[in-house]
């Protein structure tokens, strides 16, 4: 690109506000690009070209269609005849069966009506579905590969010669072929600027500014302007004071271009006009050190650099100013002559002075800097803003916007974000756009005129905020401004810079100098690319002067912890759409390629098809219109891209085929087919489909590969987005699918397309050709509105079928594709055309044609006769052309005998429209004013009553099998009920109807049946339905009988039904429940006969569900328990779940209490148990009654099942204590046995069973039955002690034992013996616990079972000790002599047992090994307890004396003044005598304590504690609330205060003195106020308790003072107080 630039300021004002970008070079014409790039394409390797660009994805392969026409390319069709025929929204099977157009499908099977053939299987529904033919619904078709709605990514390979693809993840990141920004280096300007010698002279560049010139600021002080032909015009500053300044730090330029304003980093400010620069227009310089000190005007601090500079509107001695240390400034100069005779009036806008005083609030000040700041530029249309002199400035804590005109005033303050990141990068910086008037109205708000808007980030988070002009009544005061964030968006990294391209565009540079455009309303970032090589200049500003705020960690601000990020500001400007970038050795500008560009680039480069997909993006706009300079308006976007789509794709068209004719197949069919697919989008897109057949048809045409254009136009016509073609493309079309044979497919086409195009001739005959007869039919209807032919060719192919009755034939015939699918979709045909619908689409027709196509079928049908068709023709159509006479309804006789069920389910169709009404309207409203045709006349008069007429006459039984008038008998059945008003038939006939439904053909017929006859039913009664009985009853109609016997109140044989019926079994409990409920009202006759059937089917009834048979039972028919229950087999689970449902109900089911029921019923429920359920027989007999039960019938079977517990239960219950404690210890034994007898042969059974668990088991059981005789003792010795309390007083002699006592040795004694017995069995020395020598692992685990053995003795001990040291439960006068007699029972248990054990063990070392480890045990237990006493003590001692260490310990507080008064409260410097206020008090504090401690030695002399008056009075006045001679605090607790001075602690350091009873105070003089008392809260603030109380009265809003009523603690003191600043 040439070095000049056209961006000139004498170019449109407004262009910043324009929403199009002009391309920077002429168009070339697209056509010549793609011939002068050819080359290229086809020379260049296959890799070059592998690499998609980011804006589109590789195209996915399509394996759905092959070039080859394969099947596999089909769309998916449905398999079966219900797919093809019937309504998707019923799944029943189908009715006779039926198949696809192609070849391969299902068969269907023969006919259904030959004779000796079954009814159809499987069953269906035939009058619960609707036909549909297959094409109906083309949006449930599988979406073919060609579909626009389903095209993947285009890569630019495809419109290459080669076509090699790359899979994604060996791809590196794509770019597009154009240049995002077009980047111009100004050379001329550079070797000036940044050369060596331009350096020597002036220095390097440090900042930019732009408008109608190109200014540098340089590091020596002198300001460089360029005009855009990089020619040097102006040298600022050499020879004057600006060069002994410093370094130019910040640079502006006037709304004129006519004034240049540079700051210095020594301070100084110069303003030059551009006309004179010998010398400055304006010097503001900055405060000298006494100017600073006396403060009498305000101004920059010397050696401060200025960062920031601006002009405000149109002034030129208007400016406002900041510095790096935080300080604003606005500067107005008045007027005058020359830069001597103005002064200048500076005003600080924002930040303090260094030795300015503290706030008055105490907050320590942070350190702050402007990162960001500019004036409001001016737009091209007059705003009140203008003169307001707007200014933003952005702080790293707050966006301040000012207005700086008539006088200073902050407008808006905004916080930093909360999104912002804590340890981000500290950045910030902002733009303005003005408001500027549009030339096409804003499509979001509708205005003409765009809002003033600041964008402005905090690190990485942008915010748009809009400003809004409220014009005040008075004219002369400014408008109220109002400030609204819109838009927020977070960037991955912190952003440095932002400036707006345009009203809509945004572009932001981020800390690591990449280049972001984001669109504005949407916040969508369209393009992002890297400028780190472009060594944009930054410089470190702020990170001194922020240095303390970012490097020290500050508690109470965590978020701003971070680094500081240089500066970019200064080189980082856009320009009426222009990007400028100083650069650490050069300047550049780059501006966004525009759409034209872009479109351009890619057919540069070759990609034609990307190039049409692009300017499609552009035209929908879809694409990043506002970023490429597209307007928003969508009909000023079409104007200016169509065209251009239009051309691409002429220019692609031409090329394409060009190169194919001179290289043959280089461009493959695959590459056609992708331009296909682009230009059918473009087209549909543009609403230009003429170009498809008028242009592009032709170069497929013309080089023979018509078939891609034609398959990538069918999903368009499917889906009506086109449908008219040219007969020419029609003819093609059948061609081309003929040839691939994809005949259902063309089927398919044809039947959506307009027929006016068509050749009807030509497709007739195809259609005829190929069997295509959904098109043919199709064609006929909507091109000829001739609706009797289709239906002659469908018969046509019924004739030879008809004819011939040999089923062997028959069915070879059916085989056949036309007899076997096509002659089946007459039925679907015949659906849609008599219920107005265009067949196969579904399309409603209008109702005059509905009208002529349902009166021509009727009469065709129904007529009676043989027709000629065409009218006029001599040809007459005959179904039986071998015969000399044709019978009565031929047509309509031929389709009932090939297939009846189909018909009568369309003909089911038809009868709900609503044509058949009323004959005498139609033939007054059809035929009113003008002569109807024959058929027509005869179709208006067809109604219901005719249609089943005929069809009764039709279907007679000499001439149809049952398995054909099934139907007939359902259809009449179904249909009667609904049209009762039109139809009419005989009840003879009815009759029979009912009768053939009794008599179906085929048990897949029930259902359907049964369901016909019940709507029969439902509108006809016979006249003898007992008649029908048994017909119902053979044809097992239930749900007819039980409606029936119910009518007929004969409920016994209601309830036989239900038992009969196997789908409803579960219902005879109700139905029990209906007919016996007292509400019934049955006689005794209905009642017995309802018993009858229960008797019957008593065994049934259990079967189906115990529990609902018991109760059920129990609650209507109680008298039957018995004979049910001997119904049953004695001893069955069903008698046990049976009497359990009975004796054990749930909560919430029988009413009846099972006290109620005999006791043969309780005592045959307690044996089942012991049988089923034996260990909750333990359990019931605990809380059964005991008269219920007799122990000599129920003892053998619980002993039989070794239910022993319930069997000591009942004898203790009937009193057989002893005997009871027999069978106990007997059973113990017989356990005992078993475990010896188990251990002794455990070698020769470890492999049969597990011995371990076994004898664990039995252990197990020992320790129950042991714990039944414990519970056995011990209810003895309740029992005994109750009589004893009743009866004698006397305690039994010493060598005597009472019954319970002996109930004890004789388990006590029992026990030892077993243990001691099996201790010896199962002891580790013993080898038995081996299983054998060459086996380490022990059968049996030793320890454990000898702990459980121990167990037992040691168990019945502890039950024993517990029983008699509890012994005595009614209160004794003599405790002692209660507990002597508690523990002599326990030692005269003691002593008798120990005597029958020496009598009776051989060896006392056995029973002393025993007694040993129980005893042993015992101690360890008492070990136990000790020790875990003494732990918990020690602990419990730790946590009081960490309490007591805590309540000790005071609160200092956080300052040295009252937090509600501002007084101070101690310290230095606190009024009155504190301090002797406080002696005075420890002294008379001292003396209270020496005087109570005296009392109290006097009183303990007399026997008796005596209290002080003074410590009565007091303790009486703190718990009345009373005033208190202490300080008073609030209680622990968040908001706790601390304890009394008379509780061992001080509060606060001398503080606390109040009044005592005289009235007078401690240390206080005359004419002094008493301080009072201290209150510290938990926060550290500190108050006068007088104050803290009026704070907590006045938040409470009780109207009480400080001396009313508050709760108090048993001290006395306040339970409460909340700080009234943290709350």
């Not at 009075?1513 to 718990?1519: A, H, L, N, R, T």
């Amino acid at each position: 690109m040439e070095d000049h630039l056209d961006l000139s300021p004498e170019g449109d004002a407004a262009s910043s506000d324009e929403e199009t970008i002009k391309p920077e070079r002429e168009q070339e014409e697209l056509s010549d690009i793609v011939e002068e790039r050819s080359s290229v394409i086809f020379d260049q390797p296959a890799e070059n070209g592998a690499i998609a660009n980011r804006y589109r994805q590789l195209l996915r392969d399509q394996d759905d269609v092959s070039e080859e026409g394969s099947t596999e390319g089909l769309p998916r069709r449905a398999g079966s005849p219900i797919d093809s025929l019937l309504s998707a929204q019923d799944d029943s099977p189908s009715l006779a069966g039926s198949m696809i157009s192609s070849v391969g499908s299902s068969r269907v099977p023969s006919l259904a009506s030959r004779p000796g053939l079954n009814s159809p299987t499987p069953s269906f529904r035939p009058f619960d579905r609707r036909f549909q033919s297959r094409i109906s619904s083309p949006s449930a078709l599988s979406p073919r590969p060609t579909s626009p709605a389903f095209l993947t990514g285009h890569s630019r390979q495809a419109s290459m010669s080669s076509q090699f693809l790359l899979e994604s993840g060996e791809t590196e990141t794509p770019t597009p072929p154009w240049e995002v920004v077009r980047w111009t280096k100004l050379k001329k300007l550079n070797g000036q600027a940044f050369s060596e010698a331009g350096r020597r002279s002036f220095g390097s560049p440090t900042c930019l500014a732009v408008s109608a010139s190109i200014v540098l600021g340089t590091s020596k002080g002198i300001i460089l302007m360029f005009d855009y032909n990089q020619n040097l015009k102006m040298i600022i500053g050499p020879g004057t004071k600006a060069v002994e300044s410093g370094p130019i730090t910040a640079i502006a330029i006037s709304a004129d271009y006519t004034t240049i304003a540079g700051g210095h980093a020594s301070g100084n400010i110069f303003t030059w006009d551009t006309s004179r620069v010998s010398r400055p227009f304006l010097h503001i310089p900055p405060l000298d050190s006494s100017q600073l000190q006396n403060r009498t005007m305000d101004g920059h601090i010397q050696n401060v650099s200025i960062t920031h500079l601006g002009f405000l509107g149109t002034r030129h001695t208007a400016l406002v100013s900041a510095d790096d240390r935080g300080m604003a400034f606005s500067h107005l100069a008045t007027r005058g002559t020359g830069a001597l005779g103005r002064t200048v009036k500076t005003t600080r806008i924002l930040g303090r002075y260094p030795d300015a005083p503290p706030p008055s609030s105490g907050k320590p000040l942070k350190p702050s800097t402007v990162l960001a700041f500019s004036p409001l530029p001016l737009g091209n249309v007059e705003r009140a803003t203008d003169s307001m002199g707007l200014t933003a400035m952005l702080t790293p804590y707050l966006l301040v916007i000012v207005s700086t005109t008539p006088i200073a005033q902050t407008q808006h303050k905004s916080a930093r974000p909360k999104d912002v990141a804590p340890h981000s990068a500290m950045t910030g910086c902002l733009a303005w756009f003005p408001a500027v008037k549009l030339k096409v109205p804003d499509p979001s708000t509708g205005s003409t005129m765009s809002k003033v808007k600041l964008v402005y980030c905090w690190s990485n988070v942008l915010t748009v905020l809009d400003v809004d002009e409220i014009p005040t009544e008075d004219k002369d005061k400014p408008p109220i401004l109002k400030f609204k964030s819109r838009s927020r968006w977070k960037c991955e990294e912190a952003i440095v810079a932002v400036q707006w391209l345009s009203r809509s565009v945004l572009t932001v540079l981020t800390i690591t100098q990449r280049l972001i455009v984001l669109e504005d309303r949407s916040m969508r970032m369209t393009e992002a690319f890297d400028l780190i090589h472009k060594y944009i200049y930054h410089a470190d500003l702020f990170s001194t002067q922020l240095h303390n705020l970012v490097e020290q960690l500050d508690e109470d601000d965590t978020s701003m912890h971070g680094v500081v990020a240089d500066a970019f500001y200064m080189s980082f400007k856009a320009y009426k759409g222009r990007i400028f970038l100083l650069g650490f050795n050069d300047v550049s500008i780059g501006a966004l390629s525009n759409w034209a560009d872009r479109l351009i680039a890619l057919m540069e480069n070759g990609d034609y098809i990307g190039a049409i997909q692009l300017a499609t993006s552009y035209y929908t706009g879809d694409a990043n219109k506002l970023t490429v300079g597209l307007p928003e308006d969508a009909a000023l976007r079409h104007r200016m891209v169509r065209d251009k789509v239009m051309e691409i794709m002429s220019a692609s068209l031409k090329y394409v085929f060009g190169q194919r004719q001179k290289r043959g197949t280089s461009i493959d069919d695959q590459h056609l087919r992708q331009l296909a697919e682009t230009c059918f989008i473009a087209c549909h897109s543009i609403e230009d489909l003429d170009f498809l057949f008028d242009e592009m048809y032709e170069w497929y045409e013309d080089a023979g590969v018509e078939g891609i254009f034609l398959e990538i136009l069918e999903p368009y016509i499917l889906e009506k987005t086109i449908s008219t073609i040219p007969p020419t493309a029609v003819k093609a079309m059948v061609r081309h699918y003929v040839s691939k044979g994809w005949e259902s497919r063309l089927e398919e086409i044809i039947c959506h397309m307009e027929t006016a195009t068509l050749d009807i001739d030509q497709v007739t005959t195809l259609c005829k050709q190929h069997g295509l007869y959904d098109a043919l039919i199709y064609v006929w209807n909507q091109a000829l509105s001739d609706y009797i032919t289709p239906l002659i060719d469908l018969l046509t192919l019924l004739i030879p079928l008809v004819q011939n009755t040999d089923y062997a034939t028959s069915r070879n015939l059916m085989e056949d594709e036309n007899y076997g699918v096509n002659a089946l979709k007459m039925f679907p045909y015949l659906s849609y055309t008599l219920t107005g619908r265009i067949y196969p689409n579904g399309e409603r027709m209008n109702d005059e044609i509905a009208s002529k196509a349902k009166a021509e079928i009727y009469w065709f049908l129904f007529s009676g006769k043989s027709i000629t068709w065409p009218k006029g023709s001599s040809k007459s159509f005959l179904t039986r052309p071998t015969e000399t006479e044709e019978p009565s309804f031929p047509y309509l006789r031929m389709i009932l005998q090939y297939d009846a069920p189909s018909f009568l389910s369309a003909l089911n169709e038809a009868f709900e429209d609503p044509f058949l009404n009323d004959s005498q309207e139609k033939q007054l409203n059809g035929g009113t004013g003008k002569d109807l045709p024959e058929e027509q006349i005869f179709g208006l008069t067809v109604d219901r009553q005719y249609v089943v007429s005929i069809l009764l006459e039709i279907m007679n039984p000499n001439d149809f099998a049952p398995e054909d008038t099934i139907y007939l008998d359902m259809f009449i059945a179904r249909n009667l009920p609904k049209f009762p008003q039109y139809l009419l038939i005989p009840g003879s006939t009815l009759d029979k109807v009912l009768t053939g439904l009794c008599e179906y053909p085929g048990m897949d017929l029930a259902e359907d049946a049964q369901l016909s006859a019940e709507y029969l039913l439902s509108a006809y009664q016979p006249p003898d339905i007992s008649r029908m009985i048994p017909l119902f009853k053979k044809a097992c109609f239930y749900r007819i009988l039980k409606r029936t016997y119910r009518n007929d109140k004969q409920y016994g044989k209601l309830l036989q039904t239900y038992f009969e019926d196997p789908e409803d079994q579960t219902e005879v409990f109700e139905c029990i429940a209906e007919c016996l409920q007292p509400q019934a009202g049955l006689t005794k006759k209905q009642v017995h006969d309802v018993h009858d059937v229960i008797k019957e089917h008593s065994r049934e009834l259990v079967e189906l569900d115990p529990v609902r048979a018991a109760q059920t039972i129990a609650e209507y028919a109680p008298d039957l328990h018995r004979f049910i229950l001997d119904s049953l087999d004695e001893g069955s689970e069903l008698q046990y779940e049976y009497l359990k449902a009975l004796l054990e109900p749930d909560t919430e089911t029988s009413e009846q209490p099972a006290s109620t029921y005999d006791r043969d019923f309780i005592e045959l429920y307690v044996q089942l148990m012991c049988r089923y359920n034996s260990s909750h027989v333990s359990d019931y007999v605990g809380i059964v009654q005991a008269t219920n039960l007799r122990l000599d019938k129920l003892l053998p079977t619980m002993e039989h099942t070794g239910v022993i517990d319930a069997v000591v239960i009942l004898m203790a219950r009937e009193g057989q204590v002893q005997d009871a404690m027999s069978r106990l210890t007997r059973h113990l034994e017989t356990m005992e046995s078993a475990l010896q007898g188990l251990v002794a042969n455990a070698d020769d059974n470890a492999d049969d069973l597990d011995v371990k668990e076994a004898a664990e088991e039995l252990l197990r059981g020992l320790q129950k039955y042991t714990h039944v005789g414990i519970w056995l003792c011990q209810g003895q010795m309740k029992t005994s002690k109750k009589l004893n309390g009743v009866g004698r007083r006397g305690s039994p002699s010493p060598s005597d034992l009472s019954p319970e006592e002996a109930l004890w040795l004789e388990l006590i004694d029992t026990t030892v013996q077993i243990t001691r017995r099996l201790s010896s069995v199962v002891a580790p020395s013993k080898s038995i616990s081996v299983s054998s020598s060459s086996s380490p692992t022990p059968v049996l685990d030793s320890d454990k079972l000898v702990a459980l053995l121990r167990s037992l003795v040691q168990h019945t001990f502890t039950a024993l000790m517990t029983a008699t040291s509890t012994q005595s439960g009614a209160p004794s006068n003599n405790r002692l002599v209660t507990t002597s007699g508690s523990s002599l029972t326990f030692l005269r248990i003691l002593r008798a047992f120990l005597t029958r054990a020496a009598r009776t063990s051989p060896n006392l070392a056995d029973l002393r090994a025993v007694l040993t480890s129980i005893f042993s045990a015992y101690a360890y237990e008492e070990s136990i307890l000790r020790l875990s006493n003494r732990l918990l003590e020690q602990q419990l001692f730790v946590n009081v004396k960490e309490a007591v260490e805590l309540r000790q310990r005071g609160w200092r507080p956080r300052g040295s003044t009252c937090e509600a008064c501002g007084k101070r409260v101690w310290g230095p410097g606190v009024s009155g005598n504190v301090f002797e206020a406080w002696e005075e008090k420890q002294a008379i504090e001292n003396k209270k304590r020496d005087d109570k401690k005296a009392a109290q030695a006097a009183a303990r002399g007399k026997g008796k504690a005596v209290f002080s008056p003074e410590e009565e009075e007091s303790y009486k006045g703190k718990g009345k609330g009373k005033s208190t001679a202490t300080p008073t605090a609030g209680p622990s607790g968040p908001s706790s205060s601390q304890d009394h001075v008379s509780n061992g602690r001080q509060d606060v350091q001398g503080l606390a003195v109040e009044a005592n009873a005289n009235g007078d105070a401690y240390g206080r003089r005359k004419d002094q106020q008493p301080p009072g008392p201290l209150v510290v809260l938990a926060c550290r603030h500190i108050y006068h308790k007088a104050c803290l109380d009026a704070l907590q009265a006045k938040q409470r809003g009780d109207g009480e003072d400080a001396h009313g009523h508050r709760e108090v603690d048993e001290f006395g003191r306040e339970a409460r107080y909340r700080c009234p600043i943290d709350g």
